[in-house]
């Protein structure tokens, strides 16, 4: 065991970085590092063993975001992407159906536009798998900050939607810039696992308010953070907490801050995701607290 050690050890001391900088060196100033550290540190061996044991877990902790590039990290993010976009977990499926079926059956009491029309703004559209729930003949404006979007939208409407709902444009913004979008202008926002991408989340809801018509109503399903601390839940977020947020997606409590933004209106209810056979597991299962539900204007 000790020989291949050694063996090792002398390979990488005689890596060249530079001209004048190997490796080795790197190593020879970690380990000038580590001393004065150690020298720094009291002597009493609780507050070292505290000392080491932190610098430990906030090493390994940040481990996933070094390697967030690698293939087993990148296909977490491939399915946080998927998970925020497509909404198609039976569960959600359901609520969705549920919230937006006023769209169809005209009993939704929405604003229209000059033309008579309603007009749509979908945050983090993604390719468009909420284009079914649209009544015919509404305008279609979708957003998203994954620049892949906009091709795999267009490509749906060209290939599926035969004109029945004019995509009026594709924005790639965040749900807290909308700044392209004028004031009272939008019947209806969808924001479907939406908000946790806002680099402000209060002022993404601001936003949605400007430009909505009065009258006009968000509608929402988000994941949150759980109320109840020291859960095995609660546990589970605080663990993933630092790796979603490099994945486009904070973890908030979205719920307090829709219920400050200033809506007449609020119908929020709560619901926890059960995830029963579709395999998400590690940093995708802390998304399970949700709230749906509309706000209106």
Known sequence: MAAPLV???TTVSAITLSEDFSLGDVVDNVKELGIWINSWLPKNIVVRTMFYGATTVVCLRFLPVLLRKTSFFKNVEIQSRYFHRST???ELIKIKGDLLK????????????EEGKLV?????AGGGTNVSYYPDGCVYIATDHWDGAKDYLEQNFSDLNESKITLDRFLLTRPDRLISVPDNTVSAVLCFHSLC??????FALLEILRVLKPGGKMYFIEHV????RYTNYWLLQMNYVLQMTFWDCSLSDIGRQINRAGFSKVDMSEIMLSFKGVGMKGPMRSLAPHIYGYAVK
């Open 7 to 9: 063996t090792c050890i």
């Open 88 to 90: 198609i977990l039976p």
């Open 102 to 113: 006023e769209l169809k059956d005209e009993s939704h009491g929405l604003p229209l536009n």
């Open 120 to 124: 749509f703004l979908e945050l983090n």
């Open 197 to 202: 991408s806002s680099c402000n989340v209060y």
């Open 225 to 228: 953070m759980t109320k109840e």
